[in-house]
């Protein structure tokens, strides 16, 4: 998305969410059509040890390359079947990034304040599972499908009182 959107969309997601794929051209089409659309993209591992661990790898890939975040996030959510570390470590590897030095940033502790930061967040909006969208304080949960997300960002831009929400 557009990083000076006048909009933001953030969604809490899962790698092994298979709803989180579907919506991935949603989410795309969106981003597509909506100029002014910034989408912020929070890992909410669910779904396990594997979604806690891809999580970890996706947050070591902004940190280290953030120019490949968007592929990484992409590659990811185009797997089939379950992924974990060695899925996420290898889509990155691809990526060009070094395996090593990610299984090290992996373990910092900006990481692991990321992934908590995230828990909390999901928490004071007492999101249970994803996908799960918020515009302006509003809330949408579950692979709602294109028109539903366009409406929340409409709604979210016509009760915005400041210059950008």
Avoid: W
């Amino acid at each position: 998305g557009n990083p000076d959107g006048d909009v933001t969309l953030v969604e809490f997601f899962d790698y092994n969410c298979g709803y989180c794929r579907r919506a991935q051209a949603d989410m795309q089409r969106l981003i597509d059509d909506d100029p002014n659309l910034r989408v912020v993209l929070k890992e909410f591992p669910v779904l396990g040890e594997g979604s806690m661990t891809a999580a970890q790898v996706s947050i070591a890939v902004r940190m280290l390359a953030a120019d490949k975040a968007g592929e990484f996030h992409d590659a990811m959510l185009a797997q089939s079947g379950q992924v974990d570390a060695e899925v996420a470590l290898a889509v990155a590897e691809g990526l060009g990034l070094d395996r090593a030095k990610l299984l090290e940033t992996m373990q910092s502790d900006e990481v692991r304040a990321t992934v908590t930061e995230v828990y909390g967040l999901a928490e004071k909006l007492t999101l249970t599972g994803t996908p799960s969208y918020v515009a302006n304080g509003n809330v949408a949960v579950g692979a709602i499908g294109y028109d539903a997300l366009k409406a929340v960002i409409a709604s979210a831009r016509a009760s915005c009182t400041a210059e950008v929400c």
